[in-house]
């Protein structure tokens, strides 16, 4: 029996894969002079079917009422493209690279104005209070393949807003199931990113992924021009 996408990953579907078309519109030029492949219209309807087989093993971790929804439906569609890469003998390394300008270049799409607008409201304090409340409910492991993790508040000598140590990581799960351990620090290697376009400094010096015990992230605001 062919396996099926949640309802609410299939509620979203439209907007992941006209998501997934457009990274791969930005990192065509790459694929061909870092990755040296030449049948680019292949490799892309390669990534779209592994991306159909991503969709069926996204797990359900609360739909709108969790955050961490979001990072699963922006972030899984690098696992399709990592995929297809490591079995047409693209390097780790490499794979990273492109990956990282790709989701980079696509963030930068976004109007800067509200970009900044998002990074604002995740550093306010109104935020902090519902990620107190969302690192609490992930404790009780209502959904046992989502992340778990602690808000942090900051010391007298600390020189970040908050931060949040993930205990458990949805990610891992998610690679540790389907065989894709190995892809694993090039998706952390995304967060970097994801957090400076919006303003946002990021600090983490370990990773579930990279056997620590904990994700420490520490938030800061970047300093406005």
């Given amino acids: ?25 930005l990192a065509e ?18 990534v779209m079917d592994e991306f159909e087989i991503v969709l069926t093993q996204m797990p359900y971790v609360g739909g709108a009422a969790s955050r961490m929804s979001d990072f699963f439906m922006r972030l899984m569609g690098f696992m399709a493209i990592s995929r297809v890469l490591r ?11 492109i990956e990282r300008e790709t ?3 696509q963030l930068l799409t976004v109007p800067e104005a509200e970009r900044l607008a998002s990074g604002r409201q995740f550093m306010s304090s109104e935020n902090q209070t519902l990620l107190r409340e969302q690192a609490a409910k992930s404790r009780r492991r209502e959904f046992p393949e989502d992340f778990v993790y602690d808000f942090v508040e900051p010391g007298p000598s600390d020189n970040f807003e908050f931060g949040i140590n993930y205990t458990a990581c949805g990610i891992c799960k998610f690679a540790a199931r389907h065989g894709d351990r190995e892809i694993l620090p090039n998706i952390c290697g995304l967060d970097f990113n994801a957090y400076a376009t919006q303003g946002i400094h990021l600090e983490r010096t370990q990773t579930l992924a990279g056997g620590a015990n904990h994700c420490n992230f520490r938030f800061s605001r970047l300093p406005s021009d």
């Fill in 1 to 25: 029996m062919a396996e099926t996408i949640h309802p609410f990953y299939e509620e979203h579907r439209g907007a992941m894969e006209a998501a997934m078309r457009h990274r791969l519109d």
């Fill in 29 to 46: 030029p790459m694929l061909c002079e870092r990755a040296h492949l030449s049948d680019i219209d292949g490799i892309r309807q390669e």
């Fill in 87 to 97: 079995r047409h003998g693209v390097s780790l390394s490499v794979i990273g690279e």
């Fill in 103 to 105: 989701y980079k270049a």
